[in-house]
């Protein structure tokens, strides 16, 4: 079974300029998650998505950051415009109807804003 | 405190025990999770426990879980050096909620 997938790997933008990650989760999971984890720190939850509805973005920053996940596969998360406290790394990870809700993780992007 | 807290650094000889210690914040979580991250890497999911369990093993790995103070413990037997990474406790309420990743080093 693939696993999530993400891309691009690595990034690095000057600050104010705009940036996409892109996330494709495992096949047949419904939720989908963004995640920012800053060096030193575990993951903090950006937005959770069940199919293509949102269910959780209190801790997305709307000013600057949008996520979307038209057709509810795969989802798209923007930094317009970034800034240097965005420099980190964005995970996605997906769950399916596993009885402990187990998140799966892609192997993220590394965000540099210089 | 409102953080899932970790330990943040523990180091150990390779065929040794480690124990990775971590207290999480509410007694309303549901599951209690296990996470591994290698340089570089997304997180890989260890292991985790319903709530309503005290412990659970999986091949060389054991969690323990003490409601009552709120602490959970993963049990790595006979440590390798390829389990050298930083490991994540997370809780399940609504969402997942990591602490800040215990640093495992496993020296030959």
């Known amino acids: 079974e693939a696993g999530v997938a993400q891309s691009p790997r690595y990034k690095i933008i000057e600050k104010r300029q705009s940036v996409a990650f892109w996330c494709n989760p495992i096949s047949g999971h419904a939720t989908l998650y963004w995640y920012q984890q800053i060096l030193g720190q575990g993951p903090k939850l950006l937005i959770q998505?069940?199919?293509?509805?949102?269910?959780?973005d209190s801790q997305l920053p709307k000013d600057r950051f949008s996520a979307e996940r038209l057709k509810g596969v795969d989802s798209t998360l923007k930094i317009q415009p970034a800034k240097l406290e965005d420099s980190a790394v964005y995970l996605c990870a997906s769950s399916g109807p596993g009885r402990g809700y187990e998140q799966y993780f892609g192997p993220g992007t590394r965000l540099t804003v210089t | 405190g409102e953080d899932v807290e970790q330990s943040l650094f523990l180091s150990v000889r390779e065929g040794d025990s480690s124990v990775i210690n971590c207290t999480y914040t509410?007694?309303?979580?549901?599951?209690l999770y296990w996470y591994k991250q290698e340089p570089g890497a997304g997180l890989q999911l260890l292991t985790y426990?319903?709530?309503?369990?005290d412990m659970k093993q999986d091949q060389r790995l054991t969690v323990l879980l003490n409601k009552k103070d709120k602490h959970l413990s993963l049990r790595i037997a006979d440590t390798q050096t390829g389990d050298s990474a930083i490991y994540f406790c997370a809780e399940k309420l609504s969402t997942l909620t990591f602490g800040k990743g215990t640093m495992l080093l496993v020296s030959p």
């Open positions: 998505f069940q199919n293509n509805g949102v269910v959780d």
């Open positions: 426990i319903f709530s309503n369990m």
């Open positions: 509410d007694s309303s979580s549901t599951y």
